[in-house]
């Protein structure tokens, strides 16, 4: 859904009730990097790198080199017919309504 908030692309909101103080409410998708892996051309002007406190990089971008690069991986990975990854999160209705997380901004001005 648009973000009421100017400029800032997509958004994640509660509709309904509260979410009360460290309850998971989305998984952060994407391409993980060991800290030893390069990832230089993917995080060119991408807002969308998470830095794990363990120097693990997540990559949640769902567009550009970044998406080729999941769709690779998750092609590559598989057991037999069965995928080991959900790429779900690339379309506009993922499987997992909480893979959303590189969407979710911590608002604090009351919206």
Same mark, same amino acid.
């Given at each position: 859904?648009? @973000?009421? *908030?100017?400029?800032?692309? &997509? ?40 830095? !794990? ?11 550009? *080199?970044?998406? *080729?690069?999941?769709?690779? !991986? ?12 959900? @790429?779900?999160? &690339?379309? &506009?209705?993922?499987?997992?309504? *909480? ?7 911590? !608002?604090?001005?009351?919206?």
């Amino acid at each position: 859904m648009a @973000s009421s *908030l100017p400029g800032a692309g &997509l958004g994640v909101f509660v509709t309904r009730g509260q979410v009360p103080k460290g309850v998971p409410v989305a998984m952060y998708p994407g391409t993980i990097y060991q800290a030893d892996e390069p990832i230089f051309f993917q995080s060119i002007r991408n807002p969308f790198v998470f830095r !794990c406190i363990d120097a693990v990089l997540i990559d949640g971008n769902d567009k550009g *080199l970044s998406r *080729l690069v999941f769709k690779s !991986c998750s092609g590559r990975d598989r057991l037999g017919p069965f995928h080991l990854s959900d @790429s779900s999160w &690339l379309t &506009l209705g993922p499987e997992n309504p *909480l893979a959303v997380g590189q969407y979710v901004n911590n !608002c604090s001005n009351g919206k």
